[in-house]
């Protein structure tokens, strides 16, 4: 099962929105409504952001959102932050026959 | 305020099995709401999802890994862990324990312990 697809790196200035792609297959993204979003600032834990493809846990800024088209789901920043600065990935329950999740390369979003 | 806390070796030689454990505290690892992850970041790369269980000992692994792990549960003290065996330098990793939601947030990791390095080295 190989780790899905996102770019390297995207970047964006204070104020503007941003998108990072996360693309699988008809097996893991394209079959199921569970994917998820991590954020993971230097040295840190991953942060949980986004759940079931588009639902945000309490706390988390209404800024982020999450969407899917076929094999490809993304996530939205809007209002960039400094502090949104950080590593993002992305998970996605793969299993078929038995439970599996794969998480994506990860993304370094870099605020100019 | 539920949190995880990794403990093990932090070096582990060539071809010999490291342990991690996980203790839950502030919440009961027997929740049948959660099941217990473990997921691993070697050095400037990726996540990686090794496995998860849930309390009653069903366990469910990566099946690139599956050969080599074993994830077990212990209620009694709160704590699940995991074995790996014959490892490597490409299991150098820091190694995180999560809780994983079986209904909400549902197949969510939502809840990490801060992670343990593990360095593979003789």
């Known amino acids: 099962q190989s780790a899905l697809t996102q770019p390297a790196s995207v970047s964006g200035s204070p104020g503007q929105s941003i998108t990072i792609s996360c693309t699988g297959t008809?097996?893991?993204?394209?079959?199921?409504?569970?994917v998820s979003w991590y954020q993971q600032h230097p040295g840190k834990a991953p942060k949980l952001m986004i759940y079931?493809?588009?639902k945000r846990p309490s706390g988390v800024s209404n800024r982020f959102s999450g969407s899917k088209s076929g094999n490809t789901a993304s996530l939205t920043i809007s209002g960039l932050q400094a502090e949104d600065e950080a590593d993002y990935y992305c998970?996605?329950?793969?299993?078929?026959?038995?439970?599996?999740?794969?998480f994506g390369g990860g993304t370094k979003l870099t605020v100019l | 305020q539920l949190q995880l806390q990794e403990s093990g070796p932090g070096l582990v030689k060539p071809s010999e099995t490291l342990s991690l454990t996980c203790t839950v505290s502030?919440?009961?690892?027997?929740?049948?709401?959660?099941?217990w992850g473990w997921i691993r970041q070697p050095p400037g790369k990726g996540l990686e999802w090794i496995g998860s269980?849930?309390?009653?000992?069903?366990?469910y692994y990566n099946p690139s890994l599956k050969s080599r792990v074993t994830i077990s549960v212990d209620t009694s003290k709160n704590q699940f862990s995991l074995k790996l065996s014959s490892v490597t330098a490409a299991d150098t990793a820091v190694y995180y324990c999560?809780?994983?939601?079986?209904?909400?947030?549902?197949?969510?990791?939502?809840?990490w312990g801060q992670g343990t390095m593990v360095t593979v080295s003789s």
């Open positions: 079931e493809v588009s």
């Open positions: 999560a809780r994983q939601g079986t209904v909400t947030p549902y197949n969510a990791f939502d809840i």
């Open positions: 008809s097996s893991d993204v394209g079959s199921y409504n569970l």
């Open positions: 269980i849930y309390y009653s000992g069903s366990t």
């Open positions: 998970c996605s329950y793969a299993g078929s026959s038995t439970f599996y999740w794969v």
């Open positions: 502030g919440g009961s690892i027997s929740s049948s709401s959660y099941y």
